[in-house]
């Protein structure tokens, strides 16, 4: 998580894994998100619970600019006002029929949601490609053991036999629990990506056995 000192920003997902069009769950300290792209390619992040009946957006449709709940196809535009009742075709929805939103932002193939109000803006990572994320079921101190190695402030771990070619950006979700993001350096070709793939989740495997250790101690 890269922070400032009224906020941070976490990396909630690759740019490549929510196409236009579509909503995939996410989590942030202050809960479950449903991070959703319109068609025109804009992402966006609301609370992922429906006003209505409380619906998870995430299970939710995007048609156009606007994220429909599945539930009743009530719909949200991105700065979380309600846009259509389908049940009350006339009715312009009142301005109190809201769903909270988060500040988005997207750059170097990574898609950010603030925590608090950052200041700054999400740190560059221009020298790195992503390669996909993983969930591991461990805390950062178990993954840094694993690694032999200490993130650097932004989050950034150098794994591998080549350590600085291939990085985890870790975003913790709790002291069990590590959204890890795999990253290369510069261009690389499939056997680069299937072996960065394949150290990240021998780290996977390794953190999670330590993790284990340490609770059954
Ligand atoms: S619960 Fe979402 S529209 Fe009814």
Redesign the pocket.
Known sequence: MHSDTTGSWMPVALSGDLPAGTVMPARIPAGSVALWRSASGRPAASADR??????R?SH?FVRGEALS??????SYGQAGNCLRIPAHPRLAPPETIRVTTHRVEESDGLIWIAVGNPLSQPPRLTDFVPLRSLTVLAGVAAIEAAAGAKANLEGLLEVGEDAGNICLLLSPRDDEETLTHVLIKGEAGPAECTAASRTAESLRRKAEGLQKKEITQ
């Open positions: 429906c006003p209505h009946r409380g619906m957006l939710g709940c599945i539930y009743h196809g009530w």
